[in-house]
């Protein structure tokens, strides 16, 4: 999972509520992960805590999410994953696909 927090009421927050579909990049230079899916908010309190404490652990900061007027959090369901290392991608890359469906 991938969690990503975001003002309701900005373009990320507007464009998410009408369509969850989202592409998400992490690279470092050297490993590069893409990935596709749907984003969902979080409003699940005991989730939210758990999370909380999962950035205080890694990132020694506690987010407030008290006030859902300015700050809400999204969890991406992926539905595709690509990943590679660099330079050389082609010989490296591998795709997952969690669709349940098998669609393509």
């Known amino acids: ?7 309701p009421d900005s373009a990320k927050g507007r464009n998410l509520r009408a369509n969850p ?49 300015s700050q809400v959090v999204f969890r991406v369901i992926p539905q595709i994953a690509h990943a590679w290392r660099a330079p050389k991608m082609h010989s490296n890359l591998v795709n997952f696909d969690f669709r349940k469906d098998g669609t393509k």
């Open 21 to 69: 579909s989202i592409v998400v990049h992490v690279q470092d230079g050297l490993d590069t992960v893409i990935l596709e899916g749907d984003a969902r908010r979080l409003t699940d309190d005991a989730e939210l805590r758990r999370i909380q404490r999962d950035y205080v652990r890694k990132y020694d900061y506690r987010p407030d999410w008290s006030d859902t007027e």
């Open 1 to 7: 999972m991938f969690y990503f927090e975001t003002a």
